[in-house]
């Protein structure tokens, strides 16, 4: 028997409501998230939690992020990486509901690092509860001990997305330029 989330789907992500346009681009506001964390968890495209292979998901849509509400739903945090890729972030752990011996899956994207719970999960959470960054899956992001992380939290879905500081970059760059009217800069 599989776990369902009580307010999505076997992924854990939101039910499309009946009626909404099921169309790519078209946004009404019956098809807009209700919370920030389903907009972003939405966007993630994440595989279902027994998948057996990581199938890459889509980056966030940071051009669009202004028009996700803004709520509670999602936590943030920047935090150092120390050498064993262990990141300390007690209020994402607890908000998470994380406990030592729970069980996560990391999903490796282009641009981010997804770590979720899962049943059958590799990882497991240390007795001192914290995030953990395997370094096989550091690397090809480029993230080294003492880097920072920008750490995105979705509680009610288990899920933390680990970003690098240049993909924080990158995000805020591209926000800027697309919104460079809306600013009045030329």
């Known amino acids: 028997m599989e776990a369902r989330n009580p307010q999505g789907n076997q992924r854990g992500l939101p039910r499309q409501?009946?009626?909404?346009?099921?169309?790519?681009?078209?946004?009404?506001?019956?098809a807009r998230p209700r919370t920030t964390a389903q907009g972003v968890v939405t966007a993630l495209a994440l595989p279902p939690a027994r998948a057996e292979t990581a199938q890459p998901a889509s980056p966030l849509p940071p051009g669009g992020l202004h028009q996700?509400?803004?709520?509670?739903?999602?936590?943030y945090?920047?935090?150092r990486v120390d050498r064993s890729g262990r990141v300390a972030s007690g209020d994402i752990i607890d908000a998470l509901r994380w406990h030592p011996g729970s069980t996560l899956d990391v999903i490796v994207t282009p641009r981010t690092i997804v770590i979720r719970t899962a049943p059958g999960g590799r990882l497991r959470v240390p007795p001192r509860p914290c995030i953990i960054?395997?370094?096989?899956?550091?690397?090809?992001?480029?993230?080294?001990?003492?880097d920072h992380v920008l750490i995105?939290?979705?509680?009610e879905f288990g899920l933390v997305i680990v970003?690098?500081?240049?993909?924080l970059d990158e995000m805020i760059s591209r926000y800027h330029a697309a919104h460079r009217?809306?600013?009045?800069?030329?």
């Open 133 to 146: 960054i395997p370094s096989h899956v550091r690397r090809p992001h480029g993230i080294s001990p003492g």
């Open 181 to 186: 009217e809306d600013e009045g800069l030329q």
């Open 68 to 75: 996700l509400p803004r709520d509670a739903s999602m936590l």
């Open 152 to 155: 995105a939290a979705a509680p």
């Open 163 to 167: 970003y690098p500081l240049s993909a």
């Open 17 to 30: 409501a009946a009626g909404s346009p099921a169309r790519k681009g078209v946004s009404s506001p019956a």
């Open 77 to 79: 945090d920047i935090r």
